[in-house]
């Protein structure tokens, strides 16, 4: 049974499938989880026990990362990094057509392609620096030097975080407005893909990558 006071990270790490758990209430896991469970309830208004009793609900083998930084560097890869190099361009045109189409209707995500650009570039560069620097020497074994890419990398998970709460006001939480057409309700979908996809990569290496090595 998961306690109330151990922290968000710790269960986001420990059971499989907290993630969506914690997503679903709006529970930031991946860049500030050091809250208790207790904690992060009060902060979303919710029941702490109702929440505990959700947790302790998931079946225990719904996770099935690789335990060694290899197995895990090549997981993130395939299922993230390449992912969303593919997803955002394409989130990219759609948005950039429902800004034009629809520019004159007052819920009209205004802004949105340029943001969803803004994350595309920034990642790109992010990624590169993983890809280059610090995948490289987690292979090779770490050493001390390695907390300098992990702290910097930590750095800009942060302004991921940031840029996804943007994503999710410019969508109204990735809600499309009623008689919406298909093009506007495929963006937003991509959208809450997009920023699901990110919180568990983030996730994924500031709990449980990064940790092997600092
Ligand atoms: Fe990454
Ligand atoms: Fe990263």
């Known amino acids: 049974m998961i306690s109330q006071d151990t922290t968000v990270r710790d269960i986001a790490v420990e059971r499989p499938g907290a993630t969506a758990v914690f997503r679903r209430h709006k529970i930031d896991f991946c860049s500030d989880g050091g809250a208790s469970l207790s904690q992060a309830a009060i902060q979303r208004g919710l029941s702490v026990s109702d929440l505990q009793a959700e947790l302790d609900g998931l079946a225990a083998d719904q996770g099935d ?18 992912v969303h190099m593919a997803e955002l361009p394409e989130a990219v045109r759609l948005a950039r057509r429902v800004e034009a189409v629809h520019r004159a209707k007052p819920d009209c995500p205004h802004g949105l392609a340029d943001h969803l650009a803004l994350i595309l570039d920034d990642l790109q560069g992010h990624q590169h620096k993983e890809e280059a620097v610090l995948f490289p020497m987690m292979l090779q074994g770490g050493g001390a030097m390695i907390r300098f890419p992990i702290e910097r990398m930590l750095a800009e998970h942060v302004d991921v975080g940031e840029q996804l709460d943007e994503l999710g006001r410019l969508t109204t939480d990735f809600t499309p407005p009623a008689g919406a057409c298909t093009t506007w309700r495929a963006l937003y979908e991509m959208c809450r893909k997009v920023d699901e996809d990110l919180r568990e990569h983030m996730h994924i290496e500031n709990n449980i990558l990064f940790p092997k090595f600092i």
């Open 65 to 82: 990362l690789p335990a060694d930084a290899s197995g895990l560097i090549t997981h993130i890869l395939s299922r993230y990094h390449e």
